[in-house]
């Protein structure tokens, strides 16, 4: 099932999509179709990652996780490679990390990238539970949310040969090993990131390219709202107008105020700062919580999947779809 978006516009038109590129005055020009976003699946996919329990970094859980993680992309059409490297955390331990690339449609030489992390945090180190402090976080929101989007996408993707672009997804590693806020290290973001951190600096091919990037971080959240990341207004301001006009096109406008929210540390930083990659953030802004600007769950025993909401991952999904059909 598609969504079947019309353009009309009078006078001579040229259309940078699938369609009739010659209409002439006063014809209906073009028709983008672009796939359904499925949000119980992805709600599904969400789940079954959680079901592994937290994905700390040197843990069971995480391997076993990212093993699925990589044989899902590979069953949805996906060329993978599994990008193995031993990191090192704030405090020198040694992270066995795997950054996953599932490349849909490897041929098409113009690539667009989707990321997301899929590791969790290992200390909820922002509970408002002092006692929470060392217990890892199950991160439905920060870590499987942006996987499953890919996921669901790569699957609503999947042999559609009318794509005029390939997609590489790319579940970074190592994001959420940063040091614990009862550290006092203020200023210091180097620790955050690592695996986006590696691949930037020894992506999966040499030489690689993308027309530009699209990371995903906790977008299944309650009540999230995306404002515009500063980060990302910084490097790809044009990447971010695309992103938020296809999101009202596909009709979730609401979900993407047309409003500036704060600047984030996150895997779009190396990305764009040593790739040159322009790479936005769809990351939530909540500028009415006390406990934390991201949310009330960040960082917290409670990223559950209770506190998932498939609206919120459908309005992230479908508007990432209504862009890459655009192109």
Not at 35 to 40: L, N, Q, R
């Amino acid at each position: 099932m598609r969504k079947i978006i019309y353009i009309f516009m009078l006078g001579l038109l040229v259309v940078g999509c699938k369609g009739n590129k010659n209409a002439q005055q006063g014809e209906e020009t073009a028709t983008v179709e672009v796939p359904t976003f499925d949000a119980d699946s992805a709600l599904a996919l969400c789940q079954a990652q959680c079901d592994f329990g937290p994905r700390i970094m040197n843990s069971t859980a995480h391997d076993d996780c990212g093993k699925w993680i990589a044989a899902k992309f590979r069953v949805y059409g996906c060329e993978v490679t599994e990008q193995q490297a031993t990191l090192y955390g704030y405090d020198s331990t040694e992270l066995r990390s795997t950054n996953i690339i599932a490349s849909l449609y490897p041929e098409l030489t113009t690539r667009i990238l989707v990321c997301a992390h899929w590791d969790s945090r290992p200390w909820a180190d922002n509970d408002p539970d002092k006692a929470n402090w060392d217990k890892p976080v199950m991160a439905a929101n920060d870590g499987a949310s942006g996987v499953a989007v890919m996921l669901e996408m790569a699957r609503v993707m999947k042999g559609d040969t009318a794509l005029n672009v390939g997609v590489d997804f790319i579940c970074f590693d190592a994001e959420d090993w940063g040091m614990p806020q009862w550290i006092n290290a203020a200023g210091r973001t180097d620790s955050w990131a690592l695996g986006a951190q590696y691949w930037a600096q020894n992506p999966h091919k040499a030489g690689y390219e993308a027309r530009y990037g699209i990371l995903l971080d906790m977008v299944g959240g309650e009540g999230a709202h995306f404002y515009k990341e500063g980060i990302s207004q910084k490097y790809a301001s044009k990447v971010v107008d695309k992103v938020w006009a296809a999101a009202k096109t596909a009709g979730f406008g609401s979900f993407f105020p047309d409003s500036d929210g704060g600047y984030v540390t996150d895997d779009h930083v190396p990305v764009n700062e040593t790739l040159h990659i322009p790479t936005i953030d769809i990351i939530p802004h909540y500028p009415d919580c006390q406990q934390s600007s991201f949310g009330p769950t960040w960082h917290t025993v409670n990223d559950t999947m209770e506190h998932i909401d498939k609206n919120t991952l459908r309005a992230v999904g479908q508007a990432v779809l209504q862009v890459i059909y655009s192109e």
